[in-house]
């Protein structure tokens, strides 16, 4: 009988036809939503959660502690509840309504804190105390290889091979760093686009880290490029993947479809495949879906 752990991944991927303009290029959207937990980080949690119990890393009656934007403390909250781990997660006080209470649901603790660096900083300092342990999304590597072992293979195995462009938004950048060196070890002239928040804007799930905070997993050379969107370029390309392609998703998500378009408009033929993050009912609360 299966398990819930059982249905992380092998997401669908799905052509986008409508808001494609261009007739000699195919765009796909993975479909990260269909997760378990709604994200793309459903992936990422599991390995990490996994790989530190295996090691001996978590030691029985130590509590995990993350700093999370949103996506990754749900899905967190979510397995370490299938484990029997508690855990508290450290939010910036931004985060939606809808993702606090669900964490909650799963029986998590929610700090907030005033900014995404605090609550990295606090994380950080209760993990030193020797009562948590601090999976550190940032630099720990089962973070990149959960998408080196199953996203990447999974959208090779989707598109034939015939991927020419990987899109993804960066965050922690594990979904990034993973899919480039699966997809570049299958065919290295695959193109890895890499989407970030123009100056002034805030795009949830899309980071532009300051140095200090650049996550050590992070590799710039496996990035070929990266395209900047404003808030609102994001917004309202989200808004357009609901009443155009009838997908439901987050603002990250618009981002990645956003550079997607971009970049097509400079191609004449390809296979290009985008991340669409997550589902967009944990964004109701905002305004992302308003008039």
């Not at 980080?41 to 993350?66: C, F, Q, T």
């Not at 999974?154 to 015939?162: R, S």
Request: hydrophobic letters at 35%.
């Amino acid at each position: 009988m299966a398990t819930l752990l059982d249905f992380v991944g092998n997401t669908p991927l799905v052509e986008l036809k409508h808001i494609n303009p261009n007739p000699g290029v195919s765009l796909y959207g993975k479909m990260e939503g269909h997760n378990p937990g709604g994200s793309v980080k459903d992936r990422p949690a599991y390995s990490m959660i996994k790989g530190a119990i295996e090691r001996g890393d978590l030691k029985p009656g130590v509590k995990l502690i993350e700093a999370t934007s949103g996506n990754t403390g749900i899905a967190l909250a979510m397995i370490a509840r299938l484990y029997n781990v508690d855990i508290e997660l450290v939010l910036p006080q931004n985060s939606t309504r809808e993702r606090i209470l669900t964490m909650q649901a799963f029986g998590a603790k929610v700090t907030l804190m005033e900014t995404m660096e605090n609550a990295r900083d606090y994380a950080e300092e209760q993990a030193a105390t020797g009562a948590y342990f601090l999976l550190n999304q940032f630099a720990n590597p089962d973070n990149y290889l959960a998408h080196y072992r199953t996203t990447g293979p999974e959208i090779w195995e989707n598109t034939q091979g015939k991927i020419t462009h990987f899109v993804s938004a960066m965050g922690t950048t594990g979904t990034i760093m993973g899919n480039s060196r699966f997809l570049k070890e299958q065919n290295p002239a695959i193109q890895v686009i890499g989407c970030q928040p123009s100056e002034g804007s805030q795009i949830p799930g899309i980071r532009k880290w300051p140095q200090e905070y650049l996550p050590k997993i992070f590799d710039p050379s496996r990035v070929d490029r990266v395209i900047e969107m404003s808030q609102d370029d994001a917004t309202q390309m989200t808004r357009r993947l609901a009443r155009e392609e009838g997908i439901f998703a987050g603002m990250s998500s618009g981002g990645a479809v956003f550079a997607a378009l971009k970049l097509i408009e400079e191609l004449e033929e390809g296979v290009v495949v985008c991340i669409i993050c997550d589902r967009g009912d944990r964004y109701l609360s905002s305004d992302l879906f308003g008039n």
